[in-house]
């Protein structure tokens, strides 16, 4: 079992950046690969970026390529989303989640957060 506390969301401006951090405890937080998610209103929750149990590779939606940047710290079992160059079209609830390999996929997440809201206002 992974608990997952995603911290850092805000209101910030258009063009503004913000870095969402997500704190695991449970079980050893660097064997699961770290992906994470968002959720606008009315839509389906969708892939943002992942990142290796070992930082070593990462995937990232078209939409956030060049502007976002997955990482992790396992010394403090903690993951991070950096965002940049932010857009009102990225104003979601953002959720971190683990998996057992770097993936894509929403299903293939075994344990999840609650969730962060991220509000860019143009």
């Known amino acids: 079992q992974v608990q997952l506390v995603e911290s850092g969301g805000g209101l910030v401006q258009a063009g503004g950046s913000l870095r969402l951090s997500c704190a695991a405890s449970?079980?050893?937080?660097?064997?699961?690969?770290m992906g994470w998610f968002r959720q606008a209103p009315g839509k389906e929750r969708e892939f943002v970026a992942a990142v290796t149990w070992n930082g070593a590779y990462t995937r990232y939606a078209d939409s956030v390529k060049g502007r976002f940047t997955v990482s992790r710290d396992n010394a403090k079992n903690t993951a991070y989303l950096q965002m940049l160059s932010l857009k009102p079209e990225d104003t979601a609830v953002y959720y971190c989640?683990?998996?057992?390999?770097?993936?894509?996929?929403?299903?293939?997440?075994?344990?999840w957060g609650q969730g962060t809201q991220v509000t860019v206002s143009s």
């Open positions: 989640a683990a998996a057992s390999s770097l993936t894509t996929i929403r299903e293939d997440y075994a344990y």
């Open positions: 449970g079980r050893a937080f660097s064997s699961y690969a």
